[in-house]
Structures are given as C-alpha cells and as structure tokens.
C-alpha cells in the first residue's frame, strides 16, 4: 500500500530538539515536492517546510525560520524534519505530505501521512 508514515515526536521543553521522519513505503518519492504541516485542534492546517526530492530545494515559512530543516534521503526513500529552539507555539500534530510534479505541496496533496504529535512544554 502507499503510504507516509511519521514518527519522532515526543515532549520537548522550550529550547530542546526533535527530528521527525517521514518514511514513504509502496512508490518512490523521486518527482515529488515533500511538504510538513501543523495543526492545532480547532486551528487550521499550517504549512511549515517543504522541499523538492530530485534537486533538494527548499522553502520555509517565516515563523520557523533559521530554527528547522528540511531534508531528504534518496537512498532511505524518507524526508526530515529537524526542529531546534523549540518554542510553546510549536506544539501541534505534525504531518507529512507529498505530492507529484510540483515544486511545493498544495493544501490537497496525493499523499498525507497519519501525524506525530510534538509537545513543547516546560
């Protein structure tokens, strides 16, 4: 079956690090844009990074800027997110996203995976 699946999260306090991965099992994300989104219950869906598989071009929104990563590992098939300096407003399920021929995710991509939670309390 096709699939994203994340994994990572945890509780963190403010100023601590987490890595998240998305490993994606049954097609290959080469031609992909990769994406990770936030939400918060009762907030909408946030776009937080994205990149593209084949030529590893990334894009940020402002507020994580200079604190979180994005990359990927042709060979693992996966993408990451590296999350530093972490702050309260961080805290949301986060959720990988993938979809084909685009140079970012759109708000519907081909693929979403099931969430991580990330916690950032002290």
């Known amino acids: 079956q096709e699939q994203l699946v994340e994994s990572g999260g945890g509780v963190v306090q403010p100023g601590g690090s987490l890595r998240l991965s998305c490993a994606a099992s049954g097609f290959s994300l080469e031609g992909h844009a990769i994406g990770w989104f936030r939400q918060v219950p009762g907030k909408k869906r946030e776009r937080v990074a994205c990149?593209?598989?084949?030529?590893?071009?990334?894009i940020y929104e402002d507020f994580v800027q200079g604190r979180f990563t994005i990359s990927r590992d042709s060979a693992k098939n996966a993408a990451y997110l590296q999350m530093n300096s972490l702050k309260p407003e961080d805290t949301a399920t986060y959720y990988c996203?993938?979809?084909?021929?685009?140079?970012?995710?759109?708000?519907?991509?081909?693929?979403w995976g099931r969430g991580t939670r990330v916690t950032v309390s002290s």
């Open positions: 990149i593209t598989f084949t030529d590893g071009n990334t």
């Open positions: 996203a993938a979809h084909p021929g685009t140079w970012y995710v759109p708000v519907e991509p081909h693929y």
